[in-house]
């Protein structure tokens, strides 16, 4: 249930600060919300696949933690990113 190449490849441009930037908080939120979904989606067909749930939970729980940092160090970051995942507060 990795994501694929093409989506991190396209994940890490939309995001990115600057050309050799791979890693800042937003494109973390930004693959993590990637997995998310793709987990979100698998967990829709396997209701009893516990292990995945909670793998999905700390997955979760990382990007929440990320988006409180960003939030408290780049709050413009941080509105921009939410607004293009179209995530909530």
């Given at each position: 249930?990795?994501?694929?190449?093409?989506?991190?490849?396209?994940?890490?441009?939309?995001?990115?600060?600057?050309?050799?930037?791979?890693?800042?908080?937003?494109?973390?939120?930004?693959?993590?919300?990637a997995?998310?979904?793709?987990?979100?989606?698998?967990?829709?067909?396997?209701?009893?696949?516990?292990?995945?749930?909670?793998?999905?939970?700390?997955?979760?729980?990382?990007?929440?933690?990320?988006?409180?940092?960003?939030?408290?160090?780049?709050?413009?970051?941080?509105q921009?990113?939410?607004?293009?995942?179209?995530?909530?507060?």
């Amino acid at each position: 249930m990795a994501l694929s190449q093409e989506k991190k490849v396209e994940n890490i441009k939309k995001f990115q600060n600057h050309p050799t930037d791979t890693g800042c908080s937003s494109i973390q939120i930004a693959l993590l919300t990637a997995r998310i979904k793709e987990i979100s989606g698998h967990l829709k067909t396997h209701k009893k696949d516990f292990s995945t749930e909670r793998g999905l939970l700390k997955l979760v729980g990382r990007r929440r933690r990320l988006l409180s940092y960003l939030k408290k160090h780049n709050f413009e970051e941080y509105q921009k990113t939410i607004k293009e995942l179209e995530v909530r507060e």
